[in-house]
Nanobody
Framework: QVQLVESGGGLVQAGGSLRLSCVASRSAETTPALGPMAWYRQAPGKQREFVATIGPSDTGDYSDSVKGRFFISRGNEKNTIYLHMNSLKPEDTAVYYC????????WGQGTQVTVSS
């Protein structure tokens, strides 16, 4: 099993910035090694959508809606990723989820981001 804990969400005005964090922990040595980690989000009444992912070489891939505004990075502890969100817009309002693949996919509980106009 893998536990994911997200933090850093909150209320911010349009144009502002936030940084989300996600820490992954394996509950047992038998749990497969952590694979790619990613951020998704789900706005009220909408399906969950991909935001960004970070590969083994720490390169990021982004959805078109956040490209150029959001930046994904990995901490010195390789089980931690961040989502740096800049120039936030009201349409970025959503619950943001962290996901990791380790034999199967695991999801965090989500952190709320609200952007006011």
């Amino acid at each position: 099993q893998v536990q994911l804990v997200e933090s850093g969400g909150g209320l911010v005005q349009a144009g502002g910035s936030l940084r989300l964090s996600c820490v992954a922990s394996r509950s047992a040595e038998t749990t497969p090694a952590l694979g790619p980690m990613a951020w998704y989000r789900q706005a009220p009444g909408k399906q969950r959508e991909f935001v960004a992912t970070i590969g083994p070489s720490d390169t990021g891939d982004y959805s078109d809606s956040v490209k150029g505004r959001f930046f994904i990075s990995r901490g010195n502890e390789k089980n931690t990723i961040y989502l740096h969100m800049n120039s936030l817009k009201p349409e970025d309002t959503a619950v943001y989820y962290c996901r990791v693949f380790a034999g199967t996919e695991f999801w965090g509980q989500g952190t709320q981001v609200t952007v006011s106009s």
